[in-house]
């Protein structure tokens, strides 16, 4: 006996494909968009990708962040980032890159130590400078390119043994429109886009394609079961059939980003913002474009067809 009533209805019967034309038309001109606004206006580039300096600090006690923040921003030495890294007593300090030559990055590290012992106190130990060129941070960026291409074209291959090339390609296509939205979106909302930011996209590369694939797995069992019933409606049921769970995997995951977004360092926040986006974008895309191209891109059903099985003699 149910106690409670299920959250989505096991006879839920919402018709998706009936909105994929206008969903997939909004889709493209977010993409088309986030284009735009990339070679545009550019991405918000991070020390990571425009070079600068690193310098790791050891505190006499806890380390007051905020603290800290206050007296490195008023050196006048642009973006200053700190974080903690091993215990409470290790900072992390990233300076942007100064005009001039290493000479100039040196006379940063120099001024950010002189502010910091006037501030906290002789017992500050500074363990480790080190320069980021911008022949590294170009190599950073592309390496950064790179990887999420690279998650791409195994993606695709992956798909394309396991299913066929429809699947495939829809769930490249997808793959395309969550990462291309959360680059615009990193343009419009100004947040600094660095190495972290490049992890989060291919954890969302991830988590979109596995909410894909299980959408896929249904179709492809219904193909086989439902041999007459057209492609649309087969589609409608099968992401009817996995609605429940692909809501409660997002909401879940949702719910500890969020807490996560409002309550967690500063440092991640950029990274916890993109996380949210790119589930809220994978969800979407597994329902109004994973599914529907394949509509699209003309699956058949003949290649999807189990070989009869044998008969004894």
């Known amino acids: 006996m149910r106690l409670l009533p299920r959250f989505i209805p096991d006879d839920a ?4 494909m009936r909105w994929r034309l206008p969903a997939m038309l909004t889709s493209a001109a977010l993409v088309v968009l986030s284009l735009l606004l990339v070679f545009g206006v ?28 206050r007296v490195l921003g008023e050196l006048d030495l642009g973006q200053v980032e700190l974080q903690n890294f091993g215990d409470e007593r290790e900072v992390l300090i990233r300076i942007e890159r100064q005009e001039g030559d290493r000479e100039a990055q040196q006379a940063a590290i120099e001024i950010v130590k002189k502010a910091l012992v006037g501030a906290f106190g002789e017992g500050i130990e500074f363990r480790r400078a080190e320069y980021v060129g911008p022949k590294v941070s170009r190599e950073l960026f ?20 396991r299913f066929e090339w429809q699947f495939g390609a829809g769930a490249i296509v997808a793959l395309f429109h969550d990462v291309l939205t959360t680059l615009g979106l990193f343009v419009v909302t100004g ?12 954890t969302i590369v991830g988590y979109s394609l596995n909410d894909t694939v299980v959408i896929y797995d249904r179709i492809r069992e219904n193909l086989r079961r439902y041999k007459t019933t057209p492609l649309e409606p087969l589609i409608d049921r099968s992401l009817n059939e996995t609605l429940a769970r692909t809501l409660m995997t997002s909401i879940t995951t949702l719910i500890a980003l969020v807490v996560l977004f409002v309550v967690g360092p500063k440092v991640i926040e950029g990274f916890i913002f993109a996380m949210i986006w790119g589930v809220l974008a994978g969800t979407y895309s597994s329902v109004y474009i994973a599914a529907p191209v394949l509509i699209h891109f003309g699956l058949r059903r003949a290649a999807l067809a189990e070989p009869a099985p044998a008969t004894g003699s």
């Open 191 to 202: 947040y600094e886009f660095n190495l972290a930011t490049v992890a989060a996209i291919l």
């Open 13 to 16: 019967h919402v018709p998706f």
């Open 142 to 161: 592309w390496n950064g390119v790179l990887a999420v291409g690279l998650a791409l074209v195994l993606v695709l291959i992956y798909i394309w043994f």
């Open 42 to 69: 550019g991405l918000n580039l991070g020390i990571d990708f425009r070079g600068g300096s690193l310098l790791e600090v050891r505190m006499p006690g806890p380390a007051d962040l905020a603290a800290m923040r």
